[in-house]
């Protein structure tokens, strides 16, 4: 059951600041409009000139100078961290320390220590703290929520899913420095879905290739839970497939490409059907094949749509700041212990020598 905070709760909208203005900060901006219990009033940003022009492009947010003083704002209710990952932890811990709830864009911090001390953190305040990994609050996964409690793939028998994007390499791009790597980037996504889905695994291994700048280029990952396995994998170093894909003892579950930006859930009840409208593969022409089928009326097929406006940060925007507005300092869906764990893996799996 979730502690809840012993301060009145805010009114709605919940008031909100960005803290960051590059393309994160910006598609918070353009999303949190298309919600009722939300809005933007102000913007902190390392240099005055970019947090004035934000300020500008989104109707004359007010400008707060420095982090210490949106610390201390009394009219502020909430803060989304759109900084640099290297950033996070110092900057959440501040902003925790005073009180202020904290919305914090992925991967919350960089090691799970870290993780832990902010969850520690906002537990003794107590206030809200919660990673912003927005695909755990889609609708479509919402479905997935939903198929699974009610049995329409029987027993889990296994889950796959790979994300992964060609990028090429920089060793000045945030990509391939420090605090970068693919894990971090794109590997989080699979394995907080799937902590998210099915809890914490048994088990935890994996292997990974390093780019020249030593951060991991790509990595596989193989979590055990009970009777089954999770097969995850990420990389800078391909265009994947893309999909999550759940398999059960009477079907097939496939959060359809890219899963990350689900709106397409695709449930299957007949062997040759799932490969046709889930062809293995990553190629364009695969890809395409795999929409055309999901979209004729073939038996033992469903497909359910939850297509959305803007970008998908409403969802996670408008689930945080309910839980604040509630006096929650934690959202069940994305509690920080998981974040933590989510962490913990990675760490493992990078300990391991490259190979």
């Given at each position: 059951m979730n502690a809840t905070v012993k301060e009145p709760s805010p009114k709605t909208p919940l008031n909100w600041a960005v803290l960051g203005t590059g393309s994160i900060a910006t598609a918070f901006a353009e999303d949190i409009r298309l919600t009722d219990n939300a809005k933007l009033v102000a913007v902190c940003s390392r240099t005055l000139?970019?947090?004035?022009?934000?300020?500008?492009?989104?109707?004359?947010?007010?400008?707060?100078?420095?982090?210490?003083?949106?610390?201390?704002?009394?009219?502020?209710?909430?803060?989304?961290?759109?900084?640099?990952?290297?950033?996070?932890?110092?900057?959440?811990?501040?902003?925790?320390?005073?009180?202020?709830?904290?919305l914090i864009e992925k991967p919350l911090v960089t090691t799970a220590v870290q993780a832990q001390a902010l969850a520690e953190l906002a537990e003794q305040r107590p206030t809200f703290a919660m990673e912003g990994l927005w695909t755990a609050f889609l609708p479509a996964i919402g479905q997935v929520r939903?198929?699974?409690?009610?049995?329409a793939i029987g027993a889990i028998t296994g889950i796959r899913a790979e994300l992964a994007y060609e990028r090429t390499f920089d060793g000045n791009n945030r990509f391939?420095?420090?605090?970068?790597?693919?894990?971090?980037?794109?590997?989080?996504?699979?394995?907080?879905?799937?902590?998210?889905?099915?809890?914490?695994?048994?088990?935890?291994?994996?292997?990974w290739s390093a780019?020249?700048?030593?951060?991991?280029?790509?990595?596989?990952?193989?979590?055990?839970?009970?009777?089954?396995?999770?097969?995850?994998?990420?990389?800078?170093?391909?265009?994947?497939?893309n999909r999550f894909i759940i398999e059960g003892e009477t079907g097939c579950l496939v959060i359809d490409s890219p899963f990350l930006r689900a709106s397409r859930v695709i449930l299957t009840r007949n062997r040759i059907v799932h490969h046709l409208a889930v062809p293995s593969?990553?190629?364009?022409?695969?890809?395409?094949?795999?929409k055309v089928a999901g979209r004729l009326?073939?038996?033992?097929?469903?497909?359910?749509?939850?297509?959305?406006?803007?970008?998908?940060?409403q969802f996670e925007i408008a689930a945080a700041s309910q839980a604040i507005l509630e006096g929650q300092h934690r959202q069940s869906r994305m509690p920080?212990?998981?974040?933590?764990?989510?962490?913990?893996?990675?760490?493992?799996?990078?300990?391991?020598?490259p190979s």
């Open positions: 000139e970019a947090a004035t022009a934000f300020s500008n492009r989104f109707g004359g947010l007010r400008v707060i100078p420095t982090i210490d003083a949106l610390a201390g704002d009394p009219l502020i209710d909430a803060v989304y961290l759109a900084t640099p990952n290297t950033a996070h932890f110092d900057q959440a811990r501040m902003l925790l320390s005073a009180g202020k709830p904290v939903q198929l699974l409690a009610g049995k391939f420095s420090k605090g970068g790597g693919s894990l971090l980037d794109l590997g989080v996504y699979p394995i907080a879905l799937a902590l998210a889905l099915f809890g914490s695994p048994r088990t935890g291994t994996g292997r780019a020249p700048t030593g951060v991991d280029m790509s990595a596989d990952i193989t979590l055990g839970y009970d009777g089954f396995q999770a097969k995850l994998s990420c990389g800078f170093d391909r265009n994947g497939a593969g990553s190629s364009r022409l695969s890809r395409i094949a795999g009326p073939l038996p033992g097929l469903t497909v359910y749509r939850h297509d959305f406006p803007g970008n998908g940060l920080l212990r998981a974040s933590a764990e989510a962490l913990g893996i990675i760490e493992s799996i990078r300990a391991l020598p």
